[in-house]
């Protein structure tokens, strides 16, 4: 099945399944430092996510409403200054983004322990989205680098189990630190995984194989990345009303443990990302993106209509099935578009949708709970995955292959 040329004339296998010719090397310590590296940062965003909408509601004095704008504060800078890193990536290479990113969320979840007022949150959460915004693109820049071209859906599949094992551990965690200690003590263990990922890159070292060329003009936006893109956010909306309300929301359902339901999510990716890690490679990406939006939805319709505990964790469970393949499927589709030299801003081209989404999600879906209810954004969550669903199905078959 041949490549067809994209819009600058270079190769492109968006939408088509890359065909497996050798078995070279994945599991190299650069490679393996990298997924430790987001292990550590991504256990500490898991504790931060358990903690945060309660330590709004409760200590802050907020609401439903102000915990999705606190939860979602971080897109702000992040959204602005991913294309930015992803640029910078490029330039000055992947290790400064990493370490600093970590260190910014090091000093942000510190003193969010000690922030006794929205605003002081806010402001915290917008500083952690800077070094989310560094991290995460070199992080995904670096992935790009090190993988081999014909395993990176595969490789996408595995370095993603840092970021949801760390979904997973940390809010049992974060639930730990709260009962023996208190919030603070939840912000300072998370400060501390946030520094050991800034350790743990330094073994990672450089990885970029290619700089810009001289002169070339100044581009932030990876524009063929942005119809895959947009698929991408809409998964990234349900799922930022799932992780922005689902310790509440199993919290009034009677959950005597509510932090499970993240851990179940979280595992749940975990299992699916090892079991089928090759699949991104032997599906069409946008036919595989469709599929999992297709699962998000239907995750997000139960849990709006089966109101008890075990209706709540079999549609988490079903979401966490189309969010496993979801990201390598978006972002094997994002980088077959790019150059080596553009990998850091595909990378933050597509990523920005990580910000809109967990952003924009907990947002507008904590604008429709306050009122409503959280099972009424859940079902506003399942229509915005269901249309993106249709909109990346759209995008397979204008660039499914034609015959010559």
Known sequence: MAARPGRDGRRSNIGNPVAPRSRAPLFTRSFIALAIA????FTAAGAAIFALPLFVVGPVGGDEASAGIAFGAFAVSALVLRPIAGRFADRFGRRPLLAGGALLATTALALTGIADSLIAVVAL????GVGEAAFFVASFAALADIAPAERMGEALSYNSLGLYLGLALGPP???LLL????????WVGAALLAAVAAVVVSIVGETRVARPAVGEPLRIIHRPAIPAALGFLTSLIAMGGLLAFASLHATRLGFPNPSVVLFVYGGTVVVCRV??????DRVPPLVLGSAALCAIGFGAALATVWQQPAGFLVATVIMAVGVSFSTPAFFSAIFATATPSERGIAAGTGSAAIDLGLGIGPILLGLVAAPFGIPWAFAVAAAIAGGGAAWTAGLAYRRRPRPD
Do not use: H, N, Q, S
């Not at 987001?38 to 940062?41: G, S």
């Not at 959460?125 to 952690?128: D, E, M, Q």
């Open 38 to 41: 987001d292990l550590a940062y």
């Open 125 to 128: 959460r917008l500083v952690a």
């Open 173 to 175: 965690f974060g639930e």
């Open 179 to 186: 009962e023996t200690g208190a919030f603070g003590a939840v």
């Open 275 to 280: 079991a089928f890690a090759r699949v991104p």
